[in-house]
């Protein structure tokens, strides 16, 4: 019998995006799965124990248990919305055609 199980944990700022495969004890939970993750090095201007966090896209609460397979995600708040990053691309100058030799 199998005592352990592997997720996936992932989070991302502007600049860097990062996924991680590791594996937890049975019976680990979300909150379990941050600390372990080894993220928090790696993303020094965030305090991801305090972020939302997601399994799958639904949003739970840390002490979520997790199962083999669950996709942890940590979420940070948008610099912008997408909608109005998305005005403000529609409304730029069009750059014209690139040049490429």
């Not at 939970?29 to 993750?37: D, Q």
């Amino acid at each position: 019998m199998n005592n352990e199980i592997r997720i996936e944990i992932v989070f991302a700022d502007a600049d860097t995006q990062i996924l991680k495969e590791i594996t937890l004890p049975e019976g680990a939970t979300v909150e379990n799965a941050v600390a372990a993750s080894g993220l928090q090095s790696a993303f020094p201007g965030y305090d991801l124990g305090q972020l939302p966090v997601g399994v799958w896209g639904k949003i739970v609460s840390p002490d979520h248990r997790l199962r083999s397979g669950d996709r942890v995600e940590v979420y940070r708040e948008l610099e912008m919305d997408p909608m109005a990053a998305r005005r403000i691309r529609a409304l730029a100058p069009d750059p014209g055609p690139s040049e490429s030799h």
